[in-house]
């Protein structure tokens, strides 16, 4: 087998401490993204659930999926909250603008009367004739107001009509933000996806080449140093 020098001794020591350093700093990031997961899982903030220890029990499985970017956009644009509530901001904002055009209208407005009239010269008889009918009237009639200017209405309008179109730019700003961000995270998937196929390939082979060294070592045709460095590059193609 090979032997250490007092070099190689050196180098194989360093090693480790970053070895340990990097295991620290690993279990660390470990339980950030355990904590993260609590919390999507349990929203009420139990006390019981943050004790606990979640262990996987199998490993992560990365399955090939093609993502249609029309279909997923259109899904976005459909169910996104903040695009629900733009909507709902502009179809009040046409209701808005409906009352103002009645605003600008001419008025007709038709009007009718019709009732008894107690008629003598005694309050109490007075009374008492208004129970026989004996004296019924009626009246009609019909207004029409046409404002002359209707400069408050006109001005009413006009500023509905502006937080519309204001409200109908800001819709299209928010729109334009969800396609982006599903237009990222479809980018992001597709990559992902193949930077783990790729990660894979570079494992087996520096696993590969790992054996190989070990070989090399056991047969003294090659050092510890060596070894670790094979091993490094394995830990680091994971």
Same mark, same amino acid.
């Given at each position: 087998a090979g032997k250490l020098t007092d070099r190689d001794l050196l180098a194989a020591q360093a090693t480790a401490a970053s070895r340990r350093e990097r295991v620290l700093v690993a279990r660390n990031k470990v339980s950030d993204m355990e904590e993260e997961l609590k919390r999507v899982m349990d929203p009420t903030n139990e006390e019981f659930l943050w004790k606990q220890e979640i262990v996987p029990v199998d490993r992560p499985l990365a399955r090939a999926t093609e993502i249609q970017m029309r279909e997923a956009i259109g899904l976005a644009l459909h169910n996104r909250a #903040?695009?629900?509530?733009?909507? /709902? &901001? /502009? #179809?009040? /904002? $046409? =209701?808005? =603008?409906?009352? %103002? &055009?009645? &605003?600008?209208?001419? #008025?007709?407005?038709?009007?009718?009367?019709? $009732? +008894?009239?107690? /008629? &003598? %010269?005694? +309050?109490?008889?007075?009374v008492d004739e208004l129970a026989t009918h004996h004296h019924q009237g009626w009246t009609a009639g019909i207004d029409f107001v046409l404002p002359l200017g209707n400069a408050r209405a006109r001005a009413g309008h006009e500023q509905a009509s502006l937080r519309k179109r204001q409200a109908l730019i800001r819709y299209k700003d928010v729109e334009k933000s969800v396609v982006l961000d599903v237009r990222k995270a479809v980018r992001y998937l597709r990559t992902a996806l193949q930077r783990i196929t790729a990660s894979g390939q570079a494992r087996q082979l520096a696993e590969e080449a790992l054996a190989a060294q070990e070989d090399k070592y056991e047969a003294g045709r090659s050092t510890a140093l060596e070894v670790l460095e094979s091993q490094s590059l394995v830990r680091d193609a994971a």
């Open positions: #903040e695009l629900k509530v733009a909507r /709902l &901001d /502009l #179809e009040n /904002l $046409g =209701i808005a =603008i409906d009352k %103002t &055009d009645n &605003d600008l209208l001419p #008025e007709l407005n038709l009007k009718g009367n019709y $009732g +008894w009239t107690g /008629l &003598d %010269t005694n +309050w109490k008889n007075s």
